[in-house]
């Protein structure tokens, strides 16, 4: 009796227990209070914040509905790229629904190797705007891709995907990425089932390289005159000449033996002065130069230009094979102008005022035209009209032309008569527009109007005012003699 009631007692003492912590469950344990007395803290959790939704992401779309420009249908009617003259245009017109930054987007078109597409580059960045559609009936506002691809000439026919990669940014930073397949139709390539073509015959090997031979050129020309008087650079018909010939040898390995020259005569004006039209020349070594030399004649008629002098030449090289060749060298002959003035018969004096005609008067004695024929007129008490011009004279010929001289008197002496000399510049030019110039005069007495007529002494510097003074005085008394008539002629 005395164990089952001990057993008793424990399971009553557990029953209390369990029911306790059955009371006590959900319920957070007591804290013992701070050394200080104080209560400790709570620690019951604190509110969580409102959690905002995330924004929407942006969503590229096709614009399936609206035609836009080199677009022949829309997306929902069947749209495919047009393809002319070599190139595929794709348009693919797009929406967002949301925000990108920059409003702008890349596009990039990627197709297999292979297909009809020329490889390179096709990518480009489009920006947000307004597009007309439907003809211009109205506007919609997105991203319009067009893109040009070159395509190769042998392409085949088919149908061929071109994946367009879009990519673009939110303005938090998020990146957004599409892709768009669209299919080119390729109508003018060649037909992928037809008959392949043979294939070609296959090629001969080629026969060895022909070695060549040296060949002589003229590496340059230089005619000199050798006459005394002669300008250096300037050869005149007329003129002994002497013509250096550079002749080069043109090849880097063989040796030129036994080079001979033949020149023939460059024209009707040109006699030989030299002891043969022919030279000759040893050795020259390959890449060597010569020189061979002609003196000619040329004859005063010879017309100004240049004249080739043509050359043939024989040659030997690697142990006995023979060359020959051609050339030519070029000379230039001027034609010099020499032309002789005179003036007509001038008076030896004239009187102030008076109009002096000078009759300017010029002789071509070269063979050369000569242009622009005149002469100017410059002295102290001379007014010339203008200038005399005569014009172009061929060679022989002669011309003249009169010229109007007022007589002014003159203003750099003490006195406005006495001797003047007027300098006479005459002025021409040649074929090539070069102007030349010559020098003259002539000494004319300019006299006074009150000069008796017939020649007499030159007036001393001081009696020209003396004749005034005198023609003054006699004035004055004439006019006292008048006023004494008329006051008698009152009081009679």
């Not at 925000?99 to 597409?117: M, N, T």
């Not at 002014?408 to 074929?431: M, Q, R």
């Not at 020209?464 to 023609?471: D, E, N, Q, R, Y």
């Not at 006019?479 to 008698?488: D, F, S, V, Y």
């Amino acid at each position: 009796m005395r164990y089952i009631a001990a057993l008793i007692a424990v399971l009553a003492l557990l029953l209390v227990s369990g029911l306790n912590a059955l009371a006590l469950e959900g319920q957070e344990p007591l804290e013992p209070p701070a050394a200080d007395g104080s209560p400790q803290p709570s620690h019951e959790p604190e509110p969580s914040p409102a959690v905002t939704p995330e924004p929407e992401a942006a969503k590229l779309f096709i614009d399936n509905r609206n035609l836009y420009e080199n677009m022949s249908k829309t997306y929902s009617q069947g749209y495919i790229p047009t393809v002319r003259d070599g190139t595929a245009t794709i348009v693919l017109p797009l929406l967002c629904r949301g925000e990108l930054r920059g409003d702008s987007i890349r596009a990039k078109a990627v197709f297999d190797p292979g297909g009809p597409f020329v490889t390179k580059n096709h990518e480009q960045t489009v920006e947000l705007r307004e597009h007309k559609v439907n003809g211009g009936k109205q506007k919609v506002r997105g991203y319009c891709i067009s893109l040009p691809m070159q395509l190769e000439r042998g392409r085949m026919n088919g149908s061929y995907p071109v994946t367009i990669a879009v990519t673009g940014t939110e303005p938090t930073g998020r990146e957004v990425e599409e892709e768009f397949t669209v299919y080119v139709t390729v109508t003018d390539g060649r037909d992928p089932n037809a008959a392949p073509k043979p294939e070609p015959a296959p090629t001969p090997e080629p026969a060895p390289p022909v070695v060549l031979g040296p060949k002589v050129l003229v590496q340059s020309s230089q005619a000199v005159s050798l006459e005394a008087e002669a300008q250096p650079g300037v050869v005149n018909a007329g003129d002994r000449i002497r013509v250096t010939i550079t002749l080069v040898n043109t090849s880097q390995s063989q040796t030129i033996e036994n080079l001979a020259v033949t020149a023939a005569s460059p024209g009707e004006g040109f006699s030989v002065l030299s002891p043969s039209d022919s030279a000759y020349i040893g050795t020259m070594p390959a890449g060597g130069t010569a020189d061979i030399i002609y003196d000619y004649q040329v004859s005063p008629e010879t017309p100004a230009g240049q004249y080739t002098i043509p050359l043939a030449y024989d040659f030997a090289y690697n142990k006995g094979e023979t060359g020959s060749g051609a050339g030519s060298a070029r000379v230039n002959i001027s034609q010099p102008l020499k032309l002789e003035f005179s003036l007509g018969s001038l008076p030896a004096e004239a009187v102030v005022s008076d109009t002096v005609e000078v009759n300017v008067q010029a002789i071509n004695l070269s063979h050369a035209k000569a242009y622009n024929v005149r002469a100017t007129f410059e002295g102290d008490g001379l007014l010339p009209s203008g200038t005399a011009f005569i014009g172009s004279l061929e060679g022989g010929a002669a011309g003249e032309k009169p010229l109007q001289v007022t007589i002014t008197g003159l203003t750099n002496g003490e006195a406005p008569y006495g001797p003047t000399e007027c300098k006479v510049t005459y002025i021409y030019e040649d074929g090539s527009g070069q102007e030349l110039t010559e020098t003259g005069s002539f000494t004319i007495n300019i006299k006074s109007p009150f000069s008796e007529e017939g020649p007499k002494e030159e007036d001393a510097p001081g009696q020209f005012w003396i004749v005034l003074a005198g023609a003054g005085a006699a004035l004055l008394g004439l006019t006292a003699l008048l006023l004494i008539r008329g006051i008698r002629g009152r009081r009679a």
